[in-house]
């Protein structure tokens, strides 16, 4: 997840907030957020969320971050605005939190942070970096981003405006690491666009493209070659709808009216002319292409002759997932187009070269690799080693470390313990680490109950014990096991209750059912499930 918190004296700043799909969704995780507690007990000294772009790894926690208490402005570029007023309307925030929307040039004032946003190429429309000056210094933050020769919107990344923060003396630069293993210069967005000419043109059937609904430029070549081909196009997905109503309030995708046609119309047009842009890439559940996979789509269905083009990547914990879906979309007679050999998708991060150069431009006194996994960030910091920084000016840091940087120091001083929180359900209630490891066990060993009732006064066992079972044993060896269980149980409560006769201190009961059962499944199935004895005193 993405939260970068700067504080200076009385003042704090939160850049980007983000939440994290998660690969424990077995375990009923769906969502992974920032811990709050940290910024909670700060909260009165915030001023503001500055949002680098509309991703939701950037702004999908801002909600929750609302929720705990922290409030304060959200600054954000126009199209990371609107998408951020969607996140907010769905959880009733949108009418108490100030969004104040942001543009190139603009200079954002703060009691002692300023903050200044500066375009850079990404994979979606409106993606900025942060040049934030503090007391110490400039600290930049690059947010996501990539350097594309040829975006299809927006500008190339001035370079001219990093070389000069690096003549001018930056602090600390904070750089995206997620694409520091590939070492080719990334594709353009734009390369995209002779590619999807060709296979347009040779379309004998329906072709389907999935990509993510935020990818605006992608849109708006799709919209564009299917207006310069003689194309329709359909939109499938609420997601892909509402992100295509916003770009066009922003003026992207020009060639929509012309070009767009009701889902429900594909039929009353030749095949081949009938592009669909769906969204659910990453094989989500109940998404318009996960629901064409498998059949069940109300108005779209696959033949032979029909395509399927793949044009997005696969996010890490999703990839098998969609490797089912790939076959599933083939069961339905479509080719599928997937993966970077066809030139169908570009990556929206800066990979080596790039990320070379920029720290050649800025020339940071000190480097903190951010973004990606954590061997992206032990590469990054070794690519900035090369570059002549020495050791101790570039830092490694994890999730939850607090970093101090100051003219002559930059380290990690202290550490926040657990600096995540698992979600479960869409409004989110969390799920702690206990819980999550229950689940785990219960999922992978079963459960056992040991049933019994006793009387009060006496403390005898009047009823059981019963022993019941859920994905336990198999089938055929259970009965057995339990027996033998049951078998066990009625000579522990001899031996508890010939304890109670002699009047020695009664023994726990439960725990010693516990103890043992476990013990006896251990040696007998090698491995112990949760046991569960229950006692009812009447
Ligand atoms: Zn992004």
């Not at 009732?453 to 019963?466: D, K, L, S």
């Given at each position: 997840m993405n939260c970068m918190i700067l504080e200076y004296e009385d003042e704090i700043l939160v850049v980007d907030c983000g939440l994290m799909f998660s690969d424990l969704d077995n375990f009923g995780v769906e969502f992974v957020i920032p811990d709050f507690t940290w910024l909670r007990e700060r909260k009165d000294k915030v001023s503001g969320y500055l949002i680098t772009h509309g991703h939701e790894d950037h702004i999908g926690a801002l909600p929750f971050a609302l929720k705990a208490g922290i409030r304060a402005p959200v600054y954000a570029s126009p199209f990371a605005s609107m998408l951020v007023r969607e996140r907010l309307k769905e959880h009733g925030l949108e009418s108490d939190t100030e969004i104040r929307t942001f543009k190139m040039g603009d200079k954002l004032d703060f009691r002692h942070f300023s903050a200044t946003p500066v375009s850079v190429n990404h994979s979606i429309v409106d993606a900025f970096a942060l040049f934030i000056d503090t007391p110490q210094g400039r600290v930049i933050h690059t947010g996501d981003f990539k350097i594309d020769p040829t975006p299809y919107y927006g500008s190339r990344l001035d370079e001219s405006l990093f070389q000069k923060a690096g003549e001018e003396g930056v602090l600390l630069l904070m750089s995206d690491s997620t694409n520091v293993e590939r070492h080719e210069h990334s594709l353009s967005e734009s390369r995209i666009y002779q590619t999807f000419e060709n296979?347009?043109?040779?379309?004998?059937?329906?072709?389907?493209?999935?990509?993510?609904?935020?990818?605006?430029?992608?849109?708006?070549?799709?919209?564009?070659?299917?207006?310069?081909?003689?194309?329709?196009?359909?939109?499938?997905?609420?997601?892909?709808?509402?992100?295509?109503?916003?770009?066009?309030?922003?003026?992207?995708?020009?060639?929509?009216?012309?070009?767009?046609?009701?889902?429900?119309?594909?039929?009353?047009?030749?095949?081949?002319?009938?592009?669909?842009?769906?969204?659910?890439?990453?094989?989500?559940?109940?998404?318009?292409?996960?629901?064409?996979?498998?059949?069940?789509?109300?108005?779209?269905?696959?033949?032979?002759?029909?395509?399927?083009?793949?044009?997005?990547?696969?996010?890490?914990?999703?990839?098998?997932?969609?490797?089912?879906?790939?076959?599933?979309?083939?069961?339905?007679?479509?080719?599928?187009?997937?993966?970077?050999?066809?030139?169908?998708?570009?990556?929206?991060?800066?990979?080596?070269?790039?990320?070379?150069?920029?720290?050649?431009?800025?020339?940071?006194?000190?480097?903190?690799?951010?973004?990606?996994?954590?061997?992206?960030?032990?590469?990054?910091?070794?690519?900035?080693?090369?570059?002549?920084?020495?050791?101790?000016?570039?830092?490694?840091?994890?999730?939850?470390?607090?970093?101090?940087?100051?003219?002559?120091?930059?380290?990690?001083?202290?550490?926040?313990?657990?600096?995540?929180?698992?979600?479960?359900?869409?409004?989110?209630?969390?799920?702690?680490?206990?819980?999550?490891?229950?689940?785990?066990?219960?999922?992978?060993?079963?459960?056992?109950?040991?049933?019994?009732?006793?009387?009060?006064?006496?403390?005898?066992?009047?009823?059981?014990?019963?022993?019941v079972s859920k994905g336990f044993a198999h089938e055929s060896v259970a009965p057995h096991l339990l027996d033998e269980a049951r078998r066990i149980c009625r000579q522990l409560i001899v031996d508890y209750e010939h304890e109670l006769r002699q009047g020695r201190v009664e023994t726990d009961l439960q725990e010693t059912i516990r103890v043992e059962l476990r013990r006896f499944f251990e040696r007998n199935v090698g491995h112990k499930p949760t046991v569960l004895p229950m006692i009812l005193d009447l």
């Open positions: 296979l347009f043109a040779a379309a004998e059937g329906l072709t389907v493209i999935a990509m993510f609904a935020s990818n605006v430029a992608r849109v708006g070549q799709v919209l564009e070659l299917a207006h310069r081909m003689g194309k329709k196009v359909a939109i499938a997905g609420r997601s892909m709808d509402q992100n295509l109503r916003h770009a066009q309030e922003l003026g992207y995708c020009q060639h929509a009216p012309s070009v767009l046609i009701p889902v429900e119309d594909i039929d009353r047009h030749s095949r081949r002319d009938v592009i669909v842009l769906s969204g659910g890439s990453q094989a989500e559940q109940g998404s318009s292409l996960q629901r064409i996979s498998l059949g069940e789509h109300r108005l779209i269905s696959l033949d032979e002759g029909d395509t399927v083009i793949m044009s997005s990547r696969y996010i890490p914990g999703n990839e098998k997932a969609i490797g089912r879906m790939i076959n599933n979309l083939f069961k339905q007679g479509a080719e599928v187009l997937y993966e970077a050999v066809h030139e169908i998708h570009t990556s929206g991060h800066a990979t080596q070269p790039e990320l070379r150069q920029m720290l050649e431009w800025t020339r940071p006194r000190y480097f903190l690799p951010i973004h990606g996994e954590y061997r992206h960030l032990v590469h990054h910091a070794k690519l900035a080693r090369e570059t002549g920084m020495e050791r101790e000016r570039v830092v490694v840091a994890q999730n939850g470390d607090i970093l101090e940087a100051t003219t002559d120091y930059f380290g990690i001083v202290d550490k926040i313990e657990e600096p995540r929180v698992l979600v479960e359900g869409r409004q989110g209630g969390d799920i702690s680490r206990l819980v999550l490891k229950d689940r785990r066990i219960l999922g992978e060993r079963g459960i056992v109950f040991a049933l019994m009732v006793r009387n009060q006064e006496t403390r005898r066992v009047i009823a059981g014990p019963e022993i």
